[in-house]
């Protein structure tokens, strides 16, 4: 059936990196985008970025540009986001999520991941 | 970019009753781009509605979606107990995607 399974939690210290992969299958990987949304703890969803896996583009939310970055590995169906400089504004649940791929047009996201969760703390 | 405010914050309903949810967009949205999503505990969101009033696959009649411009409506008839839930509207017409900050539905 189809999926997104997600790698799993990590704790980082402030001022690292971390990288959360999105494993996909169960269809076509490069008809649609994936995108990346994260969850603070008590907050509700925001939005980050997405990535074309057909061509790599990507896109950001203004305030992660520069310190988010998406990447994938088209062969095994694995989309990469990885966020550096990392405060504890970051500690949140990472949610990846599929939105088909058009071209011209939109669509909501009708399947998640089952989340990463990653905490930064000394 | 546009902000979603959704209300009420927290809506206290009985099981069988009926649940009004309301999403308003700083400027207008084409219904053809707006969703719902419901989040239950620990869980991932799932899909609900999109273009304002389409049923999900597998999603059941008592959920329906409504309004245009700026003014957006879920209605949850006949509560079900796994209807107890957070609950997001986003709209995808413009980037940013953006979401609003949730209906909590609890059990009165």
């Known amino acids: 059936q189809v999926q997104l399974v997600q790698s799993g939690a990590e704790m980082q210290k402030p001022g690292a990196s971390v990288t959360v992969s999105c494993k996909a299958s169960g269809y076509t990987f490069t008809d649609y985008f994936l995108h990346w949304v994260r969850q603070a703890p008590g907050q509700g969803l925001e939005w980050m970025g997405w990535i074309n896996p057909k061509s790599g583009g990507t896109s950001f939310a203004q305030r992660f540009q520069g310190r988010v970055t998406m990447s994938r590995d088209t062969p095994n169906m694995t989309v990469y986001m990885e966020v550096t400089s990392l405060t504890s504004d970051d500690t949140a649940v990472y949610y990846c999520?599929?939105?088909?791929?058009?071209?011209?047009?939109?669509?909501?996201?009708?399947?998640w991941g089952q989340g990463t969760v990653v905490i930064v703390s000394s | 970019e546009i902000v979603l405010t959704q209300s009420p914050g927290t809506l206290s309903l009985s099981p069988g009753e009926r649940a009004t949810l309301s999403c308003k967009a700083s400027q207008n949205v084409n219904s053809n781009y707006f969703a719902w999503y419901q989040q239950k505990f620990g869980q991932a969101p799932t899909l609900l509605i999109y273009?304002?009033?389409t049923r999900a696959t597998g999603i059941p009649d008592r959920f329906s979606g409504s309004g245009s411009g700026t003014d957006f409506t879920l209605t949850i008839n006949r509560l079900e107990p796994e209807d107890f839930a957070l609950y997001y509207c986003q709209q995808y017409n413009f980037s940013p995607r953006t979401f609003g900050q949730g209906t909590k539905l609890e059990i009165k």
């Open positions: 273009a304002a009033s």
């Open positions: 999520t599929r939105e088909k791929e058009s071209g011209y047009d939109s669509y909501p996201f009708d399947i």
